[in-house]
């Protein structure tokens, strides 16, 4: 979830604040985000352009004020967003198990909280934990992770998918 207290929107606020929230780095506030340098960012959206593709993962390395850029780090090198492009980039201190999805990490951390009913799901926990390389740590009530464990029903999707994969007759 991305809304709340234990959200991956508040998480992320917080989890910068306590990793990266000297003020003795340049940053940038941009709508109602600040960036720093130091910060972990993900990409959301392919960018052909840049040749940076939707859940690469970076470190901002630079802010050229003059040019109104950021300067971010990723595996193939170095790319700049005008500050306009910066809405494809998130902050990356937390993401959603959806985003996790394809990647490994050192270390997990999941929040699994009531609050977060709708996605107690057993399929969810399952790709949070197998994210993990070394260690998992699941921060919540007893209650959140049972009715996590016991769900295991996912949601019926009406995507149209199969009608669309079915041939066509003439």
Not at 107 to 130: D, E, F, G, K
């Amino acid at each position: 979830m991305y809304r709340g207290p234990s959200g991956v929107n508040a998480l992320n606020e917080l989890l910068q604040q306590a990793l990266n929230g000297t003020h003795a780095v340049a940053e940038k506030k941009l709508g109602s985000r600040i960036f720093r340098v130091g910060d972990k960012v993900m990409q959301t959206r392919n960018n052909y352009d840049k040749e940076v593709f939707n859940g690469d993962i970076g470190l901002i390395t630079g802010i050229d004020f003059d040019d109104g850029a950021l300067e971010v780090a990723i595996d193939t090198g170095y790319l700049f967003y005008e500050w306009s492009e910066t809405e494809e980039l998130i902050h990356a201190y937390c993401i959603s198990t959806h985003r996790s999805q394809g990647s490994e990490y050192p270390i997990v951390v999941m929040p699994v909280m009531t609050q977060h009913y709708m996605m107690l799901q057993r399929n969810l926990i399952y790709t949070a934990i197998t994210r993990a390389k070394q260690a998992v740590v699941l921060v919540g009530s007893r209650k959140a992770v049972a009715m996590a464990v016991n769900n295991n029903r996912v949601a019926t999707r009406y995507s149209g998918l199969l009608d669309r994969l079915k041939p066509i007759k003439k």
